[in-house]
């Protein structure tokens, strides 16, 4: 598993794999984050290719002592698959958050945060298990140390406040649409075949959605709206292939609802003349 971005800052003290910290030099101080809110409460949809930047945004109350200088003291919102004891896998920003100051007393400072979580297929998702509700957890990290030639010491405190919200992560899907034989005579069997595909993190490839239902809809040429004709099941290789009767000139196209794991897809229209 990757070690933490931030922890990469801190020379990868903070490998959050088990979360088996060094002892604490000091006590941990009172974080309260609040009001996490991830990728503006929509699914985090991950093709092949291209990192998705989530931004989380939520609020921090901090101890007014504590300074926050993301040099050797850091706070921020992470993503993470599994438990807190034993995590499967883990998303965190690679640039520290940008905070704001709301209110403050004089025991506490409360700041409005924003931050910027990379996912990265292939890197940051990587299995077939990733497509899945994530938990997001408020990260403090402390690290103190002396290093030279001759002598290396360092102590750090690490804590996580776990179960702060919740992301949905969905592998991206494509779908195809191809009407024939074109043009077609008024009445004569029209083919409508297509392709569902999603993307597998493991190989960087859209690879074929079995099983799944896909409605075939038709727009007439001329017309705003599509209208479902028929609900068929994707085959071998996500295979789509149904017929209908010509009746007029416009276009076809299949839709995929989703799933839990693998967001919806909307093929585009394919035109078909009608004589």
């Not at 490839?205 to 004709?229: D, H, I, M, P, W």
Request: charged share 20%; proline share 4%; hydrophobic share 40%.
């Amino acid at each position: 598993m990757r070690k933490l971005a931030i922890g990469a800052a801190l020379s990868g003290a903070l490998a959050v794999a088990g979360i088996a910290a060094p002892a604490a030099s000091a006590a941990t101080p009172n974080l309260v984050f609040s009001g996490v809110t991830v990728n503006k409460g929509k699914a985090i949809v991950v093709g092949t290719a291209k990192t998705v930047n989530v931004p989380v945004s939520y609020t921090l109350t901090r101890p007014a002592g504590l300074v926050i200088d993301n040099k050797k003291t850091f706070a921020a919102v992470v993503l993470y698959r599994g438990t807190l004891r034993t995590l499967d896998n883990e998303l965190d920003p690679e640039v520290m958050p940008v905070c704001t100051t709301t209110a403050s007393t004089d025991t506490t400072v409360t700041e409005s945060c924003t931050e910027t979580i990379p996912v990265a297929p292939g890197d940051s998702v990587y299995e077939a298990a990733d497509a899945t509700t994530w938990k997001a957890g408020g990260l403090y990290a402390h690290l103190d140390g002396t290093v030279s030639d001759d002598f290396l010491s360092s102590e750090s405190d690490v804590a996580i406040w776990g179960n702060l919200a919740t992301a949905k992560v969905q592998r991206a899907a494509k779908l195809t649409a191809d009407a024939s034989p074109e043009p077609v005579a008024k009445g004569k069997t029209i083919t409508v075949k297509g392709k569902l595909t999603r993307a597998d993190w493991d190989s960087l490839s859209y690879k074929g959605y079995s099983g799944q239902k896909a409605v075939l809809q038709f727009r007439a040429e001329g017309g705003n709206t599509y209208a479902t004709v028929k609900t068929i099941t994707s085959g071998t290789g996500g295979a789509l292939s149904t017929t209908v009767k010509a009746s007029k000139s416009g276009y076809y196209r299949y839709v995929f609802a989703g799933t839990t794991t693998t967001a919806a897809a909307t093929a585009t229209g394919d035109y078909i003349k009608v004589n």
